[in-house]
């Protein structure tokens, strides 16, 4: 498996911090922190770049979140559906146990296909 950064991480936002790596053929967006309303936006531009500027799977690595939100899932859905539009899947990989909690509990787990 070879990781070559696409970015550098960005720098931390009210808690977050946003690194975009390569995967074969997958890009990777690995969130560290805290994942809520007022890193929303930072999180959305990310990934608004990689969906316009990358090909093929998006996998999102909840490994490091200490907390995860409802704005932060919504955010995730939406790129899920935009890149399903064009064939392309969004996957969780290892999400952390609040993630998975709250991924499970507003019935999204389904629809974030865990890698």
């Not at 931390?12 to 790596?21: A, C, D, F, K, P």
């Not at 290892?94 to 993630?99: D, F, L």
Request: glycine content about 6%.
């Amino acid at each position: 498996m070879t990781q070559s950064t696409l970015s550098p991480s960005t720098p931390r936002i009210y808690g977050l911090t946003v690194s975009v790596l390569s995967e074969g053929r997958a890009t990777i967006v690995a969130l560290r922190g805290e994942a809520d309303a007022a890193t929303v936006p930072a999180l959305s531009e990310a990934l608004d770049r990689i969906i316009a500027g990358r090909q093929g799977p998006v996998i999102i690595d909840l490994a490091e979140t200490g907390f995860i939100d409802s704005a932060t899932v919504r955010v995730l859905s939406r790129a899920a559906a935009v890149l399903a539009r064009a064939g392309r899947p969004l996957s969780v990989r290892t999400p952390s146990r609040t993630a998975a909690v709250l991924l499970d509990l507003i019935g999204l787990a389904p629809a974030l296909a865990r890698d």
